[in-house]
Structure formats: structure tokens, C-alpha cells
């Protein structure tokens, strides 16, 4: 049980590093106060590569501190 939560936590902090060094940048200064409403309720919320980064970057998150727990718990 020990083996497969170590496994389980290699492979989501591989996968987590990945996801956060392949996002872009988010701070382009003054010029999010006027456009910014554009990318937070335009049509293609969630569909962008960004958007998909940032969600596969919080489930392997979630995924990390659960199975860093659950492997605390055991030992």
C-alpha cells in the first residue's frame, strides 16, 4: 500500500511540475483592467489550451495532497 500511494505521488508531482511549467504568464500589467472581462466571460472560457493546463494543474494538485495524506495516515 505504501509502494503504490509513493508511486501515485511521483507521478502527480512529475505531472504537476509539467503542467505548471507549460502555462504562460498572466501578468501583462495594466493592460488586464481594460480587457480583462473579455477572457473571464467570453465564449471560449474553458475551451483555450490555458484554461485545459490550469484544470489538469488543480486535479493533480488535489490528487498530490490526497495521496501525500492518505500515505502520512498509513505510516
Known amino acids: 500500500m505504501n509502494t503504490l500511494f509513493s ?3 511521483i507521478i502527480s508531482s512529475l505531472f504537476l511540475i509539467a503542467t505548471i511549467l507549460l502555462q504562460p504568464g498572466k501578468s501583462q500589467g495594466l493592460g488586464t483592467i481594460g480587457g480583462g472581462a473579455e477572457s473571464i ?6 475551451q483555450s489550451f490555458e484554461d485545459t493546463l490550469s484544470k489538469l494543474t488543480t ?7 490526497i495521496s501525500a495524506l492518505v500515505l502520512a495516515s498509513i505510516q
Not at 41 to 46: T, V
Open 59 to 65: 486535479i493533480s494538485a488535489i490528487l498530490f495532497i
Open 7 to 9: 508511486i501515485i505521488i
Open 41 to 46: 466571460w467570453g465564449k471560449n472560457k474553458g
